[in-house]
């Protein structure tokens, strides 16, 4: 069956190197994934002030992620952790309390950094937040990718056959992964 997957790129940069990484994912994703990505650059700084009545960015990235069966996370690591712009659209989309867009929600987590350790103390961070907001996680196979020169091109062709390789299996195991979840917790459709 095909799977709505939703992905959040953690990064706003205009040259972001984990954009390239997603528009990779994209293209060696199983056909059966559907892949849309669910921005956030325009939403303000979250407060629970809004939670009344939220504005409608906010109210839009909710309704994208009801829409979508499994969220994907292609994100860098800011200073060990994962980047404000980021945070800031997981606590709206988790608010308000009793509506948390997450729960039973699949996720996988993958980021890159030109570090040789690849945005994996990151990871642990949005691993922490996200099984707080009651996302299933694939836990296995991990990925943290070491970017180096010319590793993705902008376009999301990958300049190694054994990245490609891995990249095209991440998305395999995730399939697989979002299939095992839906079995237990069905998407409840609008
Ligand atoms: C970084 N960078 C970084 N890298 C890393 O491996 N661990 C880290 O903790 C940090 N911290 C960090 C903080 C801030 C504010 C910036 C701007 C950068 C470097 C980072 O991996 C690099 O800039 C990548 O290009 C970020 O990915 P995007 O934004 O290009 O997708």
Redesign the pocket.
Known sequence: SNYKVGYFVG?L?K?????KLAKALVRLAPAELKMDEIAFRELPIYSYDYDADYPKVARDLKTSIAAVDAILFVT?????SIPGGLKNAIDWASRPWGQNSFTRKPSGIIG????A?G?A??QQHLKSILSFCNSPMMNAIEAYIQFTPDLISDDGLVGSKSTEEFLRNYMTEFSTFVGRVLSVYPRATA
């Not at 890159?112 to 570090?115: D, R, V």
Request: no cysteine; net charge positive.
């Open positions: 990064s940069a040259g972001s190197l984990n954009r860098p690591e800011y200073n060990r890159t950094s030109p570090g350790i945005t103390v990151g």
